[in-house]
């Protein structure tokens, strides 16, 4: 049995590969340059990218399974259309190889960003409306747009479903990812001061869990959102510290006096062609998403993500099995 992945050679990609490898199964892993993530695995690499639909065929020939993890993270907007390119025209990319290719299951990976953030003060499930107005941001919009893509393709007989996790952590994060670098930000307290909000942060090894729960026992057509748990960047510096016995910032400023600010920096990185992650996108993201409810994908799929102190750690001891962690307090 052939399972094939786009996106193998991000962070939830890793840990997703490596974890079917545990299970026995053969992987065919789409890959670019970066293959870091992949070295020393017992796999096949299909060269190309989510645009190219002649890679995409290679990918899944034969394939049983697809896991489509492959996307454009993006907190400074639509990035010339590239946002929208990958996240929505390289889904119906993979749509269409899979229903030419007879793909079994696609499982496709989308984000909570997929759902609009208003009303603030409700719970979130997949019920919430998607995020499409015109006033939500590029990745989010692109988001709930390539979900509609796969879970329209079901019309067609494509037996395929969604699983959205939240802000993602945890061991193998090759590049590193955001959320890896905001942690690594965190142990070698290099913010002068945190911005007063937080994410719900979710275990990598948690998300993987939940999609391979979700192959095996997930209804077709259907969303399942794999969050964690909603905490304070101010908590997670306090985590830090506490275990690892390091000093960390524990102010946070408050949002309003970061927003234009924000605007001021992203205005600078554009007309000197710089990146920033000091976005008024990113500052937004910190009071979105609060209260998520997880309680389908436990219900359905058993699904039971792990305490953040366990995530924190294994995170920042597998940077050290790297390298990337500063010894000095």
């Known amino acids: 049995m052939t399972v094939a992945i786009t996106g193998a050679t991000g962070h939830v990609g890793a840990n997703l590969v490596r974890a079917i490898l545990a299970q026995g199964r053969a992987v065919r892993a789409l ?10 695995l017992d796999l096949d690499i299909v060269t190309g990218d989510v645009l190219d639909i002649d890679s995409l065929m290679n990918l899944t ?25 990958i996240n929505v025209g390289g889904t119906r990319n ?14 496709h990976f989308s984000s909570i960003h997929a759902f609009s953030s208003s009303p603030q003060n409700e719970i979130i499930d997949e019920s919430r409306a998607l995020a499409l107005g015109k006033n939500n941001f590029p990745y989010d919009r692109s988001k709930a747009l390539g979900q509609l893509e796969v879970l329209k393709a079901t019309d067609r007989g494509l037996n395929a479903l969604v699983v959205c996790p939240t802000a993602v952590l945890g061991p193998m994060d090759f590049k590193p990812s955001r959320m890896g670098e905001v942690l690594l930000s965190i142990y070698h307290n290099t913010y002068p001061v945190l911005i007063d909000g937080g994410y719900d942060w979710v275990d990598a090894r948690d998300v993987v869990a939940c999609a391979l729960a979700a192959e095996q026992k997930g209804r077709s057509g259907e969303c399942y959102l794999a969050s964690g748990g909603w905490h304070h ?13 390091r000093k960390t910032p524990r102010f946070a400023t408050p949002i309003w006096l970061c927003r234009m600010p924000a605007y001021c920096v992203t205005a600078v990185a554009k007309t000197f062609n710089l990146k920033t992650k000091f976005t008024p996108i990113a500052i937004k993201t910190l009071e979105s998403h609060r209260h ?24 920042l001891d597998w940077f050290r099995s790297r390298g990337m962690l500063d010894y000095a307090s």
């Open 94 to 107: 993979v749509i269409e190889a899979c229903i030419k290719n007879g793909v079994r299951r696609l499982v």
């Open 233 to 245: 960047v101010c908590e997670i510096a306090r985590i830090v510290s506490d275990i690892y016995s």
């Open 61 to 85: 020939e034969g394939a049983d399974t697809v896991f489509h993890v492959a996307a454009m993270i993006s907190i400074a907007g639509s990035e010339g259309g590239m946002v929208e390119k």
């Open 292 to 315: 998520i409810s997880h309680e389908k994908a436990t219900r359905e799929l058993g699904y039971r993500p792990r305490p953040i102190e366990e995530t924190i750690r294994d995170t």
């Open 31 to 40: 890959a670019r340059k970066d293959l870091r993530a992949l070295q020393g």
